[in-house]
């Protein structure tokens, strides 16, 4: 019986040019998105550190600090721990810039939505976003640092408590041209210390925040006057009604 013929064998599969391009485009994205979750989780974990770092030693300064200092050549700033500092100055600062600070996770929603209604695009950042701002970033109104502030915000009131936040604000603001933190506005202005200020410095102090090279805490104009008058009913309002306790841990 003769044998039968073997089947002939199948010439091996081979793709077709534009497939293999097209896997090797799908293999070189999949490459990259490995690449960038790997990165963007690198860099989480890095700023994690970093903002833990500042919770428990006292931050170096700012990008705003480093460009003053080089400008000027050389800045006043003299760290102090918050039990240091006249427990007054913290609640005219929150009285004047933030007076849910206690009470809110970093971002003041009713504040935002008054400024919206409003029509403003200013006036709803929270100490917790400037303390960021003059901490970790670069001075500006880009989306860029905003979008930067948002986040970091969120970290820092995750890892920081709130006594910790009014310090790290207290010792790195603006109070002139120069001078940073209320220990050095303290000695520049009344020639006193921060542990030392009475309500009016302090509500004075807490007055010029918003623009300090164009407002005098020792000579201040009527305006001044007016605000620190209210920063100080402020301060002492929000000690009576609760919205202070954060502040002493």
Not at 143 to 172: C, D, H, M
Not at 204 to 230: E, G, H
Request: a positive charge; proline letters at 6%; glycine letters at 6%.
């Amino acid at each position: 019986m003769p044998r039968s013929k073997p089947a002939p064998k199948k010439p091996p599969y081979r793709t077709s040019a534009p497939h293999r391009a097209f896997m090797g485009i799908a293999d070189g994205l999949r490459w990259m998105r490995r690449w960038v979750l790997r990165l963007s989780a690198l860099v989480f974990v890095l700023l994690l550190v970093w903002v833990l770092l500042y919770r428990f030693i006292a931050p170096p300064g700012g990008l705003f600090m480093l460009q003053e200092y080089r400008r000027l050549g050389a800045i006043k700033q003299d760290w102090m721990a918050l039990s240091q500092i006249a427990p007054v100055m913290a609640r005219s600062v929150v009285a004047a810039e933030d007076a849910n600070f206690c009470r809110h996770w970093g971002f003041d929603m009713s504040a935002i939505r008054q400024v919206i209604e409003a029509g403003g695009a200013r006036g709803a950042s929270t100490i917790s976003q400037q303390t960021v701002k003059n901490v970790f970033l670069w001075h500006g109104r880009d989306w860029t640092r905003k979008a930067l502030e948002s986040g970091i915000t969120l970290l820092v009131e995750a890892t920081w408590p709130k006594p910790r936040i009014i310090e790290v604000y207290l010792n790195v603001a603006e109070f002139d041209e120069g001078v940073f933190g209320v220990q050095a506005a303290a000695a520049h202005y009344f020639g006193t210390t921060a542990a030392e200020l009475s309500p009016a410095q302090a509500a004075r102090l807490a007055a010029i925040l918003p623009a300090p090279k164009t407002r005098n805490a020792a000579d201040p104009s009527d305006f001044v006057r007016r605000r620190a008058s209210s920063i100080m009913d402020g301060a002492a309002t929000i000690a009576r009604d609760g919205r202070a306790d954060c502040l002493s841990g």
